[in-house]
């Protein structure tokens, strides 16, 4: 009897905390939960200092941090999933943002499809294919600074009215 209850009160215990998931686009009471605050932006060097390059992954921003580094017009976002949170913001050429080890990461264009910030580098690749929602096709490839291995993610690329790849 006493093992049985142990038991379930255990699994209750694990199941309490199963509604904290504080992942964007997970449902939150407005009224209780404040707003996301942005990340902030900082260079690559300062933002992955002393982080192992094997754990680097790209973040999804949020919508507060897509309006912090200046929203989506003109730009071109790429996104995972077609349906899913922006994970590269950048205007062809000139710039983008990526959010790595929970900050936003500034990069210059180092040539039409190469953005860097110190020795991170991000290369874009059209793919000739279309998502279900009839998005392109886009791979990302990120080489963390000190990596021996780049890493490369395929996804979905959506760009603004007048905006060409």
Same mark, same amino acid.
């Given at each position: 009897?006493?093992?049985?209850? #142990? @038991?379930?009160?255990?699994? =209750?215990f694990a199941? =309490?905390?199963?509604? /904290?998931n504080t992942a964007i686009g997970n449902d939150r009471e407005a009224q209780v939960d404040p707003a996301p605050t942005p990340a902030p932006i900082e260079p690559a060097a300062s933002a992955l %200092?002393? *982080?192992? &390059?094997? *754990?680097?992954?790209p973040e999804t921003m949020t919508t507060a941090?897509? /309006? @912090? *580094?200046g929203g989506e017009r003109g730009r071109c976002i790429y996104r995972? &999933?077609?349906?899913?949170?922006?994970?590269?913001? #950048?205007?062809?050429g000139v710039r983008g943002f990526v959010k790595l080890n929970g900050k936003l990461i500034p990069l210059t264009a180092e040539g039409p499809? %190469?953005?860097?910030? !110190?020795?991170?580098? *991000?290369? @874009?690749r059209l793919v000739?294919?279309? !998502?279900?929602? !009839?998005l392109q096709a886009q791979e990302i490839i990120i080489?963390?600074?000190? =990596?021996?291995?780049?890493?490369?993610? %395929? !996804?979905?690329?959506?760009?603004?009215?007048?905006? &060409?790849l």
């Open positions: 009897m006493n093992k049985t209850f #142990y @038991t379930f009160a255990g699994l =209750a199941l =309490a905390a199963c509604n /904290q %200092r002393n *982080i192992a &390059t094997a *754990i680097v992954k941090e897509v /309006q @912090t *580094i995972l &999933t077609e349906v899913g949170f922006p994970t590269f913001v #950048y205007e062809p499809d %190469r953005y860097s910030s !110190g020795e991170l580098l *991000i290369a @874009t000739d294919e279309e !998502g279900n929602a !009839g080489v963390p600074p000190g =990596a021996k291995d780049e890493l490369g993610y %395929r !996804g979905y690329v959506q760009c603004d009215e007048g905006v &060409t």
